[in-house]
């Protein structure tokens, strides 16, 4: 196919799909009384960026109820509030849950005991243990790994082909490096992804009223680490499970639920928010064939900012939750002890009291705030760099086999609070 029948191709069926090419603000019908963080259904609209924006703009601070949002929280927009409560964990705990969704004191979820639902300094030991696999230099080291699998899995695809970008790269990608890391046996990944998948789909309609099945899927996931970690203590191997195995605290072996805990956030976190930021990223991609086509042009020189640029725009996780230790007066607003607050990621990455052209997809971007990984709090994401690499590594691989490569139908969103995700993605091959 010839560069211009390929780019007519490309106009006919972006004019028949529903998504924004975004670069400048975008616009809501929504008014301001209207819009309601704690509704999944908020998260399907097309607008609901330009609902961010409106909200940031005139409330930056707010409450939210809804019944599938728990007993309702105060959410916040804006940049610097949001770095300001995320560095505050004397006075916003993570103990009681990260899930705004989830009320302290329930059967479901909150405060279960894993690393990114501990405050210093039992937050800071817990995170030294495992910090050392996810250094720059440990990443480094899995150059070659994350060439390989993108390699091989960009490797089976064909010219003309239509694929689910999200089941047949976004997903695999992240889920095999992890697993690589962690020690996961082969034969058993495609069963952990799957229960990895029910576990973060607890607004998805099949599940709503069945909140115990994606529980189901988070213990089975837990107790399969509990399991290979009893193994690797009789037979070590050199993977990150057989060293967590091995760590013993005032002489004895770190505890049963704390183990079950690191490997689930592990497998879950290590996976699901490069799933989402690849599917992000594809997208934008095709909304930004200009930045598509600079990528490919000098795809070494822009390593750095691209990644961070699709980290960015993707923002896998929406939100983070706290609670409060205490009454506290914030920004002239009475908040109470044992209420909830989120920090809303996808609003403040998208501030433009921070970001140049907020709304414009730009891999040049050289000062990139961005709040992705934490908002400079003690929880900062340990798998940043292996994200980074992982999302350049993937998008060189397929652009140099399939330079034409774009989004072809509307892709299906996540119902979620949390995860900024796709669960389909339809995108055709081209060279």
Not at 11 to 40: C, F, H
Not at 130 to 137: H, L
Not at 237 to 243: A, F, N, Q, T
Not at 385 to 408: K, M, S
Request: glycine share 8%; with cysteine; aromatic share 8%.
């Amino acid at each position: 196919m010839t560069a211009e029948a390929v780019n007519a191709a490309s106009m006919v069926l972006k004019k028949e799909m529903k998504m924004l090419v975004q670069g400048s603000e975008p616009q809501t019908t929504l008014g301001l009384d209207d819009i309601n963080l704690g509704d999944p259904d908020f998260w399907l609209r097309d607008d609901f960026y330009g609902a961010l924006a409106l909200l940031r703009k005139e409330r930056p601070i707010s409450w939210h109820e809804h019944p599938e949002a728990g007993k309702g929280f105060w959410a916040l927009l804006d940049h610097e509030d949001i770095s300001e409560v995320d560095k505050d964990w004397e006075a916003f705990s993570s103990k009681y849950g990260v899930r705004v969704y989830h009320d302290a004191g329930t059967k479901v979820r909150p405060g279960t005991g894993a690393l990114i639902e501990l405050d210093p300094p039992n937050h800071t030991v817990n995170r030294k243990r495992v910090s050392k696999a996810f250094t720059p230099r440990q990443v480094g080291s899995l150059e070659g790994s994350v060439r390989e699998h993108a390699r091989r899995l960009v490797s089976q695809l064909s010219e003309g082909q239509e694929i689910d970008f999200v089941d047949d790269l976004a997903a695999i990608l992240p889920f095999e490096i992890i697993c690589d890391l962690v020690g996961v046996d082969p034969a058993d990944r495609s069963h952990l992804l799957k229960l990895s998948t029910i576990g973060r789909s607890e607004h998805e309609p099949e599940y709503v009223d069945k909140p115990e099945i994606p529980q189901q899927a988070v213990n089975e996931l837990r107790e399969y680490g509990v399991n290979l970690a009893a193994k690797r203590l009789l037979d070590p191997k050199e993977d990150l499970i057989s060293e967590l195995a091995q760590v013993q605290v005032d002489g004895k072996p770190i505890d049963k639920e704390e183990l079950g805990g690191y490997f689930g956030l592990m497998i879950s976190a290590g996976s699901g928010t490069t799933r989402s930021a690849l599917s992000h990223g594809m997208l934008a991609f095709t909304q930004f064939p200009d930045q598509r086509r600079l990528f490919i042009s000098d795809p070494m020189g822009l390593e750095r900012t691209m990644a961070e640029e699709v980290i960015r725009w993707a923002t896998p996780l929406k939100h983070q939750g706290r609670v409060l230790t205490r009454d506290i007066d914030f920004k002239g607003v009475q908040m109470k002890k044992g209420q909830k607050i989120s920090m809303w990621f996808v609003a403040a990455n998208r501030d433009p009291s921070l970001f140049t052209d907020p709304f414009k997809f730009d891999i040049t971007r050289e000062i990139n705030l961005h709040q992705s990984f934490g908002a400079g709090g003690p929880h900062f994401c340990m798998g940043a760099h292996i994200a980074r690499r992982e999302i350049w590594v993937l998008f060189q691989e397929l652009f140099a086999r399939f330079p034409n490569a774009e989004v072809i139908a509307d892709p299906v969103r996540e119902r979620s609070l949390q995860s900024n995700g796709f669960k389909n993605m339809k995108v055709r091959l081209s060279r």
